[in-house]
């Protein structure tokens, strides 16, 4: 009898060790979810979401929100690796749909989809899409707030021109933005796009300085390089504006 006691004893010792193993490992199992899930959460916390970064961002180009009615004229010079320079002034009317290009025998005028006045050698298609080049570059960011514009939930974080930065995405029909919005000013420095993301071929932009129009900042110059073989194509420089 004592014997079997203590086969008894022995086996209720036995069980609550193997039950008191399992509660342990099933306890650290949900303190480490837990720490997980902690710090998952705080990430998330530190990367705001995208229509956050692109609103500080278009607070600090537009605080007052004049693009939409943006009225003036630019003078720009191009200045590429392999040519003359190449001087225009621009007219923008955002009130009336009015875009106007005056260069060198190269004079195009557009009232909303009309095209009123186009280079011999252009089509009223070619002359709409070099006004909506215009359109688009120089009214960044604030033009990623157009309808359609398929901005992506998440937010990267990258140096660009050694600056930190948060990465912005867009992605259109025949290529991909990337838009650079440093962390710090909430200014955008730059922009790249592919036309064949998997093998990274496409152009990076990189802007400098800042020109005022009414309270708006806008960049003074871009320069442009290919990726990923870092080719110079050339600089657009904004001289004046009134």
């Known amino acids: ?43 998330n916390a530190q990367i705001p979401s995208a229509e956050s970064v692109l609103k500080k961002a278009i607070q600090y180009h537009d605080p007052k929100n004049q693009w939409n009615s943006f009225s003036h004229e630019m003078t720009f010079v191009s200045e590429r ?29 557009i009232v909303m989809e009309d095209c009123k006045q186009m280079p011999a050698d252009k089509t009223c298609d070619q002359v709409k899409r070099t006004r909506n080049y215009y359109l688009y570059l120089w009214g960044l960011p604030m033009k990623l707030m157009d309808e359609g514009t398929a901005l992506s939930p998440m937010v990267s974080e990258e140096k660009f ?4 930065c948060y990465v912005l995405r867009v992605d259109y029909d025949q290529d991909v933005w990337f838009y650079y919005i440093d962390k710090n000013s909430n200014a955008m420095i730059g922009y790249m796009f592919y036309k064949d993301e998997p093998n990274q071929k496409g152009e990076v932009i990189y802007l400098d300085g800042e020109v005022k129009i009414d309270q708006m900042r806008i960049p003074k110059s871009r320069k442009w390089y290919t990726t990923p073989d870092n080719k110079f194509l050339g600089t657009d420089i904004l001289t004046s504006s009134k």
């Not at 039950?19 to 705080?42: H, R, S």
């Not at 021109?161 to 930190?164: A, C, I, L």
């Open 161 to 164: 021109n050694d600056r930190d």
């Open 81 to 109: 690796p392999n040519g003359p320079d190449r001087n225009s002034v621009v007219t923008i009317d955002n009130n009336r749909g009015f875009f106007s290009l005056r260069e060198s025998n190269n004079d195009m005028e």
């Open 1 to 43: 009898m004592i014997l079997e006691y203590r086969n008894f004893e022995g086996n209720i010792n036995a069980n609550a060790i193997g039950i008191f193993d399992i509660m342990l490992k099933k306890m650290l199992k949900y303190i480490l979810l837990t720490v997980f899930v902690a710090n998952g959460a705080v990430l």
